[in-house]
């Protein structure tokens, strides 16, 4: 009896305190771990080490791939941004607002040279025509911006690019020059300056201009037209400075403009943020009654002189790249 005990008893590992020290520098020599995670406290079983120290690395890892995941996934989505603004800007300026810049004096005080405004585009598709009192946006009938832009000196590559800016809105056009002024007659007015106190006439009735430059008088030049149907007689409120209908009455449409030009409707400043406002319709405008439909008659202007420059206006940048940019970032994260 007491032989196989004895055996049984060789057959176990050596007691004492050496067995686990030997066991544990064993599998510290198999598999060492870094020195910070090494256990300050003996006591602690190193399996269990090993085991906190692998978990620690794998998170560690695992937040480098989902970081290097975000930045490939924004490096993808870059095109689909560029892509959808330009999209969302040639629509917006196609059949809903356009914003352009004043590049001259010719329409103060109400709208100063570097103001951005918005131009309605929207309301015409529907076969709304401006009325008496507007600001509106107008394509050059011929004649009225001759010689206001040189030939370009971009290369072809720059060319090609502003092309399709100039497409999609984002940039001003070479061919498509625009100017700005308001509506003083429809199709059938008659528009006369001036009266025994200087002023315009729509209709045999005086007008009251409160939106004029002050010291600026209605006209220096006298002029009268019956506006033809389909037709707009339109001037800037800065009289003395603006290259409006009565200096083109020896043009084609005898000064007035086709309705079919018209762009759109001015009607807010956006910029700058101090100038914010709508373009109201002056009611003296707005309140003479519309003459009798009839063919238009031939203009008669007793006066002459030098006609003043004006710049066409110049379409301004929609900005919305950077908005669209930034809000598909915030919704990845």
């Not at 917006?92 to 131009?119: A, N, Y």
């Amino acid at each position: 009896m007491g032989t196989r005990g004895r055996g049984r008893l060789a057959d176990r590992p050596p007691a004492g305190p050496a067995g686990p020290v030997a066991e544990f520098a064993a599998e510290v020599a198999a598999d060492p771990a870094p020195a910070d995670q090494v256990p300050a406290d003996p006591a602690v079983p190193a399996p269990a080490v090993r085991g906190r120290g692998r978990g620690r690395a794998e998170r560690r890892r695992t937040a480098r791939r989902a970081a290097r995941r975000r930045r490939r996934s924004r490096l993808r989505e870059i095109p689909l941004i560029v892509v959808v603004a330009l999209i969302v800007a040639l629509v917006m300026k196609t059949f809903l607002v356009q914003v352009f810049v004043i590049p001259s004096g010719s329409m103060e005080q109400t709208i100063q040279v570097g103001d951005r405004v918005l131009v309605d585009k929207f309301t015409p598709w529907f076969g709304a025509e401006p009325e008496r009192g507007e600001v509106v946006v107008f394509k050059d009938p011929g004649g009225w911006l001759e010689g206001a832009h040189g030939s370009s000196a971009d290369g072809p590559v720059l060319r090609g690019a502003k092309q399709v800016l100039t497409f999609v809105g984002l940039l001003p056009s070479d061919n498509e020059q625009d100017l700005i002024k308001r509506v003083v007659g429809v199709g059938g007015d008659t528009v006369e300056c001036c009266d025994e106190q200087g002023r315009v006439s729509l209709n045999g009735k005086p007008l009251d201009e409160p939106y004029l430059v002050p010291g600026n008088p209605p006209s220096r030049q006298p002029f009268k037209v019956k506006v033809p149907q389909g037709r707009l007689w339109v001037m800037g409120d800065h009289r003395d400075v603006s290259a409006d209908s009565r200096f083109h009455m020896g043009n084609p449409g005898q000064g007035t403009i086709p309705v079919s030009g018209v762009v759109g409707r001015a009607f807010m400043i956006a910029w700058p943020p101090g100038r914010v406002h709508q373009l109201e319709v002056p009611v003296s405008l707005s309140s003479v009654a519309r003459a009798p439909a009839g063919a238009g008659t031939a203009p008669s202007s007793a006066g002459g002189g030098p006609v003043p420059e004006e710049p066409p206006l110049v379409m301004g940048v929609l900005g919305i790249l950077p908005l669209i940019g930034r809000r598909v970032v915030r919704d990845r994260l």
